[in-house]
């Protein structure tokens, strides 16, 4: 059986999961350090031997059987109600149990480990090369269908939702395709929305130490447009670094800070950055603002919440 191959999309620039930096106009900055670095373990070559502790290949196995290399699409498939589908991840995916084996990602992968998990679907987030080849070789000999995006914007996100409806292990379930489309009519909406002209402009920062700020043509930018804000960096695009002075000098409305932690988990700022921005500031742990997928309606009511939380933001 060949697998089943659905076509990448490379518009748009941004967030792309473990691995990737915001690029901005002087340099790329590292929102997580940790995703600069490979992952714990070596990496292999393929091998199919008993002898190297990976089962033979088997047609009889699960086709709903799901290995993500993404987190973004751990969270997606977990917000559509199949993440116990999912029997392989990476280090970095928050959103399944840390019971499943991290087989690796983009960076690097355990090729041991991939098969080891016995998948019958891989979902792949990635960069601008496209899926690799060796990867693409490997499901073409194991019969798995394979579903590969390039997740920037909001349409992306959309277009991979389309595709994991008609694929395991969305498809035949019926709760997960009534979820499916239930986000799509909230990412529609979040598309639709233009802020305006008196929404505050908002500075949008996703690293403190250095400061890093989501500008125009992101995916950031499109979920603070949806939450009221007006992107306090017009005329600049893509994710920047900023100096205190600079951040002064901009004098924004409103200054919120996304922090790659759980909701409801406590923040603290440095004194210098407050101070940088007129004291009108709110940090908003949000994890799912940080993945570009189905989850983006939660970030952007976090993002909405950190605006009216600072007096005269959005009300």
């Known amino acids: 059986m060949r697998p089943v191959r659905f076509p990448a999309n490379t518009s748009g620039s941004g967030p792309k999961g473990p691995g990737w930096a915001f690029r901005g106009e002087r340099a790329t900055i590292p929102v997580v350090a940790a995703v600069l670095l490979a992952i714990g373990c070596e990496a292999r070559e393929p091998s199919s031997s008993a002898g190297g502790g990976v089962p033979p290949h088997s047609s009889a196995v699960d086709g709903k059987r799901t290995v993500s290399l993404s987190p973004a699409i ?15 991840r990476t280090p970095w995916c ?63 996100v959309d277009a991979m939702l389309v595709a994991l409806g008609g694929m395991p292990p969305v498809a035949g379930d019926a709760e997960a395709n009534r979820r499916l489309a239930a986000r799509r009519a909230e990412i529609a909406a979040i ?13 949008l920062l996703v690293s403190t130490d250095p400061p890093s700020a989501a500008a125009r043509g992101t995916y950031l930018d499109e979920l603070l447009m949806a939450a009221g804000g007006r992107n306090a960096l017009a005329g600049r695009e893509g994710y920047i ?11 924004p409305d409103a200054t919120v800070v996304l922090r790659d932690e759980p ?53």
């Open 241 to 251: 670094g900023l100096s205190l002075e600079e951040i002064a000098a901009l004098a």
């Open 191 to 203: 598309l639709a929305v233009r802020p305006a002209e008196t929404a505050p402009r908002t500075l």
């Open 74 to 88: 751990s969270a997606t498939l977990a917000d559509l109600g199949v993440g116990a589908a999912v029997v392989g």
């Open 94 to 156: 928050w959103a399944v149990p840390d019971e499943v084996p991290a087989v690796g990602s983009l960076l690097e992968i355990d090729y041991e480990r991939l098969l080891a998990a016995r998948p019958g679907v891989l979902l792949v987030q990635h960069g601008v090369a496209g899926l690799d080849p060796e990867l693409e070789r490997l499901a073409l000999e194991r019969g798995w269908a394979v579903g590969a995006w390039r997740l920037d914007r909001l349409a992306d």
């Open 263 to 315: 909701a409801g988990r406590e923040v603290a700022l440095p004194a210098p950055l407050v101070d940088a921005s007129g004291g009108r500031i709110a940090a908003v742990a949000c994890r799912e603002a940080f993945v570009p997928a189905s989850v983006a309606p939660v970030a952007v009511e976090a993002i909405r919440s950190g605006l009216r939380s600072i007096d005269g933001g959005v009300r």
